[in-house]
């Protein structure tokens, strides 16, 4: 149980397009859905905490007009990555906090590559 | 704020050998710490993750980790590493706040001598 599908798994995309990544929650209800963003052979850094039908918290220093963040149902959390620049070529993960269980359960991540 | 602490960026280990790895925090109250592993490219792997209770907790694949609260310390163990262990090892604190995030130390890459 708790399994979190994101998709696609992997994306190329010419530079100056948008793209948008999906992540949803199986088989549970998933108020609250996370972004990370990993550099190879880096760790895993919080980009912004979604919460079902409000606005998307972010951290520090990640730019809300770039990376746009929906969470419109229980099931379903996206990221659209605007513009995109080469420089935003990463491996993109979500997480949603599973209910209850004081846990997290990880998308299988999402391989970003702007040419 | 949270942070995390993985002191080891790399641990090579031979097989059938002892592993530890080490991991460190710091959080004002009782933290929720999370051991996870991470395979080339793919998502991450729940080990195990402590809340309150018993100190030493057991994990799959026969992973264990002991929460000592005062060395701020979560290491994690594994008496005998097997060649499939060789993986990215993700250290984090969870805390209430006012969301529930997840904070990830800097990862420990081991690697398994034959």
């Known amino acids: 149980g708790a399994v979190v599908s994101q998709h696609p798994s992997w994306v190329i995309c010419k530079s100056g397009t948008s793209v948008k990544i999906e992540c949803r929650s199986l088989?549970?209800?998933?108020?609250?859905m996370f972004w990370y963003r990993q550099f190879p052979k880096q760790s895993l850094m919080l980009m912004a905490t979604?919460?079902?039908?409000?606005?998307?918290?972010?951290e520090q220093g990640v730019e809300k007009d770039k990376f746009l963040i929906n969470h419109a149902s229980l099931t379903l959390s996206t990221l659209t990555v605007t513009s995109a620049h080469p420089e935003d070529s990463s491996f993109y993960i979500c997480?949603?906090?599973?209910?209850?269980?004081?846990?997290?359960?990880f998308g299988s991540g999402t391989r970003l590559t702007v040419v | 704020a949270q942070s995390v602490t993985q002191p080891d960026i790399h641990i090579t280990v031979s097989e059938g050998a002892s592993l530890e790895l080490r991991c460190n925090y710091s959080?004002?109250?009782?933290?929720?710490l999370f051991w996870y592993v991470q395979s080339p490219g793919q998502g991450l792997q729940l080990l195990l993750k402590?809340?309150?209770?018993?100190?030493l907790v057991q994990g799959i694949k026969g992973f264990e980790a002991e929460f000592k609260r005062s060395q701020s310390s979560f290491n994690l163990r594994k008496p005998s590493v097997h060649w499939s262990d060789a993986a990215e090892y993700f250290c984090?604190?969870?805390?209430?706040?006012?969301?529930?995030?997840?904070?990830f130390g800097s990862g420990t890459r081991l690697l398994v001598r034959p």
């Open positions: 997480s949603a906090e599973i209910p209850a269980n004081y846990g997290y359960t």
């Open positions: 088989d549970f209800q998933a108020t609250t």
């Open positions: 979604s919460n079902e039908g409000s606005k998307a918290t972010y």
């Open positions: 959080y004002g109250a009782t933290p929720y």
């Open positions: 402590y809340f309150s209770g018993d100190t």
């Open positions: 984090a604190v969870g805390a209430k706040d006012s969301s529930y995030k997840l904070i």
